[in-house]
């Protein structure tokens, strides 16, 4: 049985920094807690450490760095890398464990610490129960001799390997030359190396969001805000436009119109782009209940199946591990292409997408449009005390919106992970009774709350 779990939750341990539970206090104790569960043997110990370009990132990093290094581990720093890079370089660099600091899409006032075991993937729930009941014992007994404390250096190439591991995924003798590309990083962690390695693949490089300052991380920029990226592509009369988020696990697309491409798009593109490479390890294709019900039906055109999961890129890893699959993603923009990575890349994704826009020939709006999708609409009610899901009268009410919709539609009612809220979300062929199903469902638990 897995144990309780405060402090994670199902993305790291995240919040406001410098108040629980992103303090400098709760960070040691992780870097002590951790550190102990992945010392096993007698060889010398390490762990691999990068963060995004928030302010408070120095903050975390140093109150993790003397955890750690009191727990007996080596500590090999890297400084603003992406997500998938740290999980990468622990792979490459035979590290014990790896960890991110970053609170991926959020605004710059919050951070998280998101943890890697030795083979790049992330941790289980077992694990971090494990490690979160270790941090709430006195560990002072368990900590290192004097002579056996960790040393902390930097990796100064850390960048220059991730970018040739990028490059990697992008087919032999294909080159971007002649496109004109605007990366838009959010100005978060890929800020130089996604850049580059658009760079040294040809492309004229056209760079917005690169500019970080520890506050304006996702600021009007990035994958959450797609706008920017859009209008810059029509502004520099750009090719295609790549937006990715913080930490560069997400990432979307806009065409030469300026029109944007959401992941479930990319996600088609990739799986009929391997399909017919014959590089699909299986049928299946992951994605989470949140993809558009247009994917599902044109994946069967394809002959392939596409499995759901619970929203979360882990549970995404999850699910492609147990199936044998290789592709899978969310509608966010979370990328998972286990040939090529353990976790959502952006970068890598969008080489995906760049290499059939230039096998192709044909501009972006021809290849990355590739069906029409359901009509979806998605509402937030928030609600105080407890759920509000399990009330007798919305559960009348989701029966009877669920018949409205039929066969050929689709109700989702689910909790934040992170706030009071209930997510109502509903999609099918006729947009109208999309919007009366969803406001009727919002209605419905309204009234609880005004009846409570």
Partial sequence: MVKTRKLFGTDGIRGTANRFPMTVEVAQKLGQAAGLRFIQGTHRHSVLLGKDTRLSGYMIECALVSGFLSAGM????VGPMPTPAIAMLTRSLRADLGVMISASHNPYGDNGIKLFGPDGFKLSDETEAGIEAAMNSDLTHMLAAPDQI????RLNDAAGRYVENAKSSFPRGLRLDGLRIVIDCANGAAYRVAPTALWELGAEVVRIGCDPDGININEGCGST????LCAAVLRHRADIGIALDGDADRVLISDEKGRLIDGDQILALISKSWARQGRLSSRYIVATVMSNMGLERYLETQGLELVRTAVGDRYV????RELGANIGGEQSGHMVLSDFATTGDGLIAALQVLAEVVESGRPASAVCRMFKPYPQLLQNVRFAGKSPLQDPQVQEARKAAE???????????RESGTEPLVRVMAEAEDEVLVKEVVEDMCDAINAIQMAG
Avoid: F, I
């Fill in 74 to 77: 080596d500590v090999t720093l």
């Fill in 150 to 153: 960790g040393r902390a250096s």
């Fill in 225 to 228: 805000r797609p706008e920017a």
């Fill in 317 to 320: 890893v999850e699910k492609m």
């Fill in 403 to 413: 018949k409205r919709l039929g066969e050929r539609g689709r109700l989702l009612l």
